[in-house]
């Protein structure tokens, strides 16, 4: 089971954190991903850890702006998101997968887990 929070309403160029804590000592083994969504669209690969923490991929849109890290202690992976934008306004869903490949890891489909979304509002 996945539980995120975190999100809120931001101005442009603001920061927020959102955490997913996972329960279970299995998911510290698990690549943990974010993903994105709004209504009638999609849901979007925004970044993914792989189970070491060493290997981070984002997607192009917020390379720079957002970083993901997890601390397996606590099973929690998180998303520091800064400089936020109007476009990134979205759900945003904590997902992971205990075997999923490099080449899928952008793929929302092939995540077994999810949380449920927290919302991110950022005003301009």
């Known amino acids: 089971q996945l539980q995120a929070s975190g999100g809120g309403v931001v101005q442009a160029g603001g920061s927020l954190r959102l955490s997913c804590v996972a329960s279970g000592r299995a998911f510290r083994t698990y690549v943990m991903a974010w993903f994105r969504q709004n209504p009638g669209k999609e849901r979007e690969f925004v970044s993914a850890?792989?189970?070491?923490?060493?290997?981070?991929y984002y997607a192009d849109s917020v390379k720079g702006r957002f970083t993901i890290s997890r601390d397996n202690a606590k099973s929690t992976v998180y998303l520091q998101m800064n400089s936020l934008r109007p476009e990134d306004t979205a759900a945003y869903y904590c997902?992971?997968?205990?075997?999923?490949?490099?080449?899928?890891?952008?793929?929302?489909?092939?995540?077994?887990?999810w949380g449920q979304g927290t919302l991110v509002t950022v005003s301009s």
């Open positions: 997902a992971a997968s205990p075997n999923i490949i490099l080449s899928d890891y952008r793929t929302a489909r092939r995540y077994n887990y």
């Open positions: 850890i792989r189970l070491g923490g060493g290997n981070t």
